[in-house]
């Protein structure tokens, strides 16, 4: 069974970071494309970033060099660090299994909170 | 690429028919095209890819269809558990920010 279980999300200030996981079962992280998508408080969903099987890796506008994404083949878990976080980063943010052109499956989300 | 989904909320009776818009603001190849529905609480769910390919487990009244700039999605006859925020997505691969979504439409049943 494909289950991808993100955690990591929390409150923190601006200007902090923070590091998200997402522990995958049922399929391989280093074969496949995969993604982090965040969702706002108003409903907009916003891919945030993706991590090719080979090692290549691509940004939104809106977060490039402050975010950095990785895994771990090892533990099959894909990482999202998040630095610089500031008030617009707040969102729930899903890792997502692409299948390049679009997202077949997602977990179920981890909130991060920026705010004094 | 934009994706601009219209109505933003659409309310009809069960067994209804309901047709929801998608224009990008470029051409989209039908390839690069999906559709997704999310409940509450719950993360999105690939409905459509390829502009009119179900996924699997999905119903087939849901259907998509378009090409260029006009997509839609259609659910032929509305269910009670067909209440959800429905997305549509490009891929451009051309682009380093290369997925994009709408900002989605509500479907209430009355």
């Known amino acids: 069974e494909v289950q991808l279980v993100e955690s990591g999300g929390d409150l923190v200030q601006p200007g902090g970071s923070l590091r998200l996981s997402c522990i995958v079962s049922g399929f391989p992280v280093r074969t496949n494309y995969m993604s982090w998508v965040r969702q706002f408080p108003g409903q907009g969903l916003e891919w945030v970033s993706v991590?090719?099987?080979?090692?290549?890796?691509f940004y939104a506008d809106s977060v490039k060099g402050r975010f950095t994404i990785s895994r771990d083949d090892s533990a099959n878990t894909l990482y999202l660090q998040m630095n610089s976080l500031r008030a617009e980063d707040t969102a729930v943010y899903y890792c997502a299994k692409n299948n390049l052109p679009y997202f077949d499956q997602w977990g179920q989300g981890t909130l991060v909170t920026v705010s004094s | 690429i934009v994706l601009t989904q219209s109505p933003g909320t659409l309310s009809l009776s069960p067994g209804e028919r309901a047709t929801l818009s998608c224009t990008t603001s470029?051409?989209?190849?039908?390839?690069?095209l999906a559709w997704y529905q999310q409940k509450p609480g719950q993360p999105p769910r690939l409905l459509i890819y390829?502009?009119?390919s179900r996924a699997p487990g999905i119903p087939d009244r849901f259907s998509g269809s378009g090409f260029g700039t006009d997509f839609s999605l259609t659910i032929s006859r509305l269910e009670p558990e067909d209440c959800a925020v429905y997305y549509c997505q490009q891929y451009d691969d051309y682009d380093d920010s290369r997925w994009t979504f709408g900002q989605g439409t509500k479907v209430e049943i009355k």
């Open positions: 470029q051409t989209v190849s039908n390839t690069y």
């Open positions: 991590l090719y099987s080979g090692g290549r890796t």
């Open positions: 390829g502009a009119s």
